[in-house]
Each structure stands twice: as C-alpha cells, then as structure tokens.
C-alpha cells in the first residue's frame, strides 16, 4: 500500500516509483509496444493473468504512473487517463449506456458535453434529460426505469451554478444510479470525489492539472464504490462477477476505451505529471486571484454585473463553502450590459489572452455566446446560463494588481 | 505443498498459517490491491482473501484488467 501522505506531498510524490538511473521524474516511455521473452508471458498479459504493458492504446507506463497519482488524489480507486477530457465523458457513458437507455444530466454543461449527450448520442438511441442540478426534486422526479446516471459538474462551466454534490449522490444512490462528477473546475485540490460523494470523477486535465495550457487530457477515475451488481446494469454482469467493485474499470478497459482507442499520448502525461506537482499553489493563487478580481469588478462602476462563488451575495456561495471549504476556483463571469461592451473590453486587455480554454497559469478570457456557444439557440444558451453580455474570465497566478490594472484599464474603454 | 497459479504448477515450503492475502505479498505478486483471485474455478470475495487458507492442490488465478492491470 502506498504510504498515507496529505494531498500536497501526494501531488508530488503520488503513484512515483523508482525511475531508471534513479530519475526522479517519470520517465517518458515513447514506444507503442511492449515486447516480452516468451510466447507464454505475452500470453498470460493477454489473458489478464499477469500485470504488464502490451500496447499504449491500451497502457502505458508513463500514462500508468499519471493514472497512479490521478487516483489517490481522488480518494483512492483506479483511473484511466484519455487523449481529452470529451474522451474521458465518452468512454464513461458509453461504458456505462447501451441503446435505449437515458442520461440524466444537468443543464448547465460545457457545451462540448452538452452536444455530446444532446446530439451526438442520440444518434445511437440515447436520450439525455437535462435538470437543473439545484432543483433537487426535479432531479428525482426525472429518473425513471431507463435512466443509467446522472451526470453534473461541481461548478458549472460557465454558469457558474454550484449542486450540492453529496444531496444528489443520495438521490442518485436511492434509485440505484452511479453519480458520474465532472470536476474539471474545482480540481481535487478544493474537494476530492470521496468528499462529493461521486462515484467516478471525471476531469478535462488539460485545464488546472496541467496547468499551464501545454496539452489536452482527460481522465476517469472510478472510486470503485458503486454497486454495478443490479437490474439496470445486466450488461456489467460479467465484470462485476470477475472485477466486482472494479467492474466499471473493468468493462472501460477491456471494451469502450480499447475499442473506441482514445489514449493519452506518454509525452502528454508526462507533462501532466510534471503540471500536477503545483497543482495545491497554483489553485491557491487563482482562487485568491479570482476573488480580488471579482470583488473589484463589483465596484466598478460600469459593471453591471458579477458571478463569482466566492462573493456572499453569489447564489452558490452558501453550498460551495460548504463543499469546498472557502475556496471557490479561478472561474468568474461578469457583464457590462451589451455583447458590445463585452467585445470592447476584451479587446482592450493587454495581459489576459482571448482564448477557448480554462485553467491556465494566464488568465483567459473569452465571450462565450458568440463563440463555444455560438451554435446553441438562444433558449439552450439560457439553460446554459450564457446571456449576450458575458465574459467568462479563467483567472490566472500572475500578480494580482496587474490583473485588476489590465481590467481596469479595459474597462475604461467602454 | 503443490499449488497450480496461473495454470503453472509450483512448490511452496509448508505453511499451515497461509492465506490468499499471504500468498499475495509472499509472492510479490502486483497490483496487489487491484488484482482479482479466482481458486478452483470461484471467484473469491476480496474480504475473504485474509481467512482463505492456501490448500494443496489449490489452483489459483490472478486476473488483471488488461493492457497494465488497471
Ligand atoms: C468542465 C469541462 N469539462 C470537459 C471539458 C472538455 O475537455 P477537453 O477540452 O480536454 O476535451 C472542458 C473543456 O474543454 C470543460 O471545461
């Protein structure tokens, strides 16, 4: 077993095992293929009777050691690392979902996951239902004899809306559902999956774990505490009765990620495990950014408007202090009245890049209704909580004065 | 004692006190919190893997998920 460090020394030491030459970072072991001495050795990896690498579609060390760390900083259980974060929440629903089953989801997705269970799924006979994750009773009420899971992000991206994770577990848990959590947003390092009460965690690590926006990735970590042994899940029958508590894992690994072959590159995890070690300083700094940020938006005088979790007026803030023991990410969302003004600001930042992506070391802007959510009608753009006026801002580490500079000075363009 | 593991035969010094968990460690075998443990055609409950006595003549399979054991 692996010795009991605290999250911090985990990020940094989690799942390592001694290197060749006695390196100290995980070696990057670019080979697509893994050879063995015998026919009989082979055999028996093949055959699932001894541990071993085959093929990197399937494993791979470097992968492997990324995967390790993954899941202990989730509470322990088994992780699978993919080529992005949509790999990882295609791989866990159609692991888990077969035609004519439902999805039960919130709906107030990002956007990729959105058209994922709205669009593209349907094209193999699955049907998603989208709830308002904070409306606990309509969660219930929309499970019926067909739904598979329920799928809700810890905080909405952009929306910003925080579900009280550990009610909806319950709910979930009642009517025999695994709760399948994206916590791309609040990382582990503000709550792990055994806390939210989730029984897989999903992340996209290319935002916050890599940290500094160098490459896309996405992971799957099953808790390995779901019961998958009931009538909803004929189909895991087989794994639960090799694999029992892994048999998610198992079913994952041995058919959707194998088939489907969405795998993470080893020099992508290599940079993950390298990005992950500051993942505890550098949340620190943009969730401490982001609440300066947000609390000098909210005195500037042409902003009509600020959405930050960790402002007290915020609607989430009651739950996310709750859950997220007073730290509340680097995402917030503001507006200045018109998508004119919101192009005018972004426009004039100096620092802060225009950009589609989150989590990076920079801070990121972007106006989402006119660009990842451009596609979407303007009543799923509601569902989504994008109105015309937003600006979504992925706070970033640098000094905070010369964020709030950058932002006031934009502002006085408007 | 003879065992069968993984189909192979093998020899094991006398050991009234092993268990399946024993066996594990004793044998190094990896992945240990992972790997799934079949004896004689059943597959054993993991909280049972502590009071499973190793019997001679026990055929035993270690079963991995492919592809890296997890
Ligand atoms: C919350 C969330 N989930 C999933 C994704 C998808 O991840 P990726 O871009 O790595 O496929 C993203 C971002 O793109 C995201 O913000």
Not at chain 1, 245 to 273: E, I, M, W, Y
Not at chain 1, 306 to 325: C, F, M, Q
Not at chain 1, 392 to 397: C, D, M
Request: glycine share 10%; proline share 4%.
């Amino acid at each position: 077993m692996e010795t009991p460090l605290r999250f911090d020394s985990l990020l940094v030491h989690g799942g390592l095992e001694p290197g060749p030459a006695g390196a100290t970072s995980v070696p990057i072991v670019q080979s697509s293929a893994f050879a063995y001495e015998t026919a009989d050795a082979l055999e028996d990896v093949f055959r699932g009777r001894a541990a071993g690498q085959v093929y990197t579609r399937l494993g791979n060390p470097t992968t492997e050691a990324l995967e390790r760390r993954l899941a202990l900083l989730e509470g322990g259980g088994t992780a699978i690392a993919t080529a992005s974060g949509m790999a990882a929440i295609t791989t866990t629903v159609m692991t888990i979902v077969r035609a004519g089953d439902e999805i039960l989801a919130s709906s107030s997705l990002f956007g990729g996951t959105f058209s994922l269970f709205r669009d593209t799924l349907a094209n193999f006979g699955i049907t998603a239902r989208f709830v308002d994750p904070l409306d606990l009773e309509s969660v219930r009420a929309a499970i019926n004899d067909r739904t598979r899971l329920l799928f809700v992000e810890t905080v909405g991206n952009p929306k910003l809306d925080v579900p009280d994770l550990p009610r909806l577990a319950e709910i979930a848990h009642q009517a025999g559902l695994p709760l399948i959590v994206d916590a791309t947003v609040t990382t582990p390092y503000l709550a792990d999956g055994a806390k939210l009460g989730a029984d897989i965690v999903i992340h996209s690590t290319s935002k916050y774990i890599n940290g500094s926006g160098t490459s896309i990735g996405g992971v799957i970590i099953d808790r390995g505490v779901f019961n998958w042994n009931t009538a909803r899940f004929p189909h895991f029958e087989p794994f639960h009765k090799k694999y029992r508590q892994f048999a998610f894992t198992a079913r994952a690994r041995k058919l959707v990620h194998k088939d489907v072959g969405a795998c993470a590159a080893p020099f992508n995890s290599f940079l993950l495990t390298e990005g992950i070690q500051t993942l505890a300083l550098r949340m620190e700094r943009h969730c401490s950014n982001a609440l300066v940020l947000a609390r000098f938006l909210t005195k500037h005088p042409k902003v009509a408007w600020v959405n930050y979790p960790g402002l007290e007026d915020a609607p989430g803030h009651g739950v996310a202090t709750r859950l997220y023991g007073g730290r509340y990410g680097g995402l917030l969302t503001f507006g200045t009245g018109s998508k004119e003004t919101a192009f005018r600001v972004i426009n004039a930042l100096r620092m802060a890049k225009n950009l589609a992506n989150i989590g990076d070391a920079k801070t990121l802007v972007i106006h989402p209704a006119s660009t990842i959510c451009a596609d979407y009608s303007l009543e799923d753009k509601a569902l989504m909580g994008v109105c015309e006026d937003l600006v979504r801002v992925s706070v970033g580490i640098e000094a905070p004065q010369d964020i709030i500079d950058d932002f006031n000075q934009a502002l006085d363009a408007i | 004692m003879n065992i069968t593991i993984n189909g192979k035969e093998t020899t094991l010094a006398e050991n009234p006190a092993r268990t399946v968990e024993s066996l594990l460690e004793e044998l190094d075998v990896a992945q240990r919190q992972y790997v799934t443990v079949e004896l004689s055609g059943e597959i054993l409950e993991r909280d049972a893997f502590g009071n499973t006595p190793v019997q001679d003549g026990d055929a035993l399979e270690f079963l991995y998920f492919m592809g890296g054991g997890r």
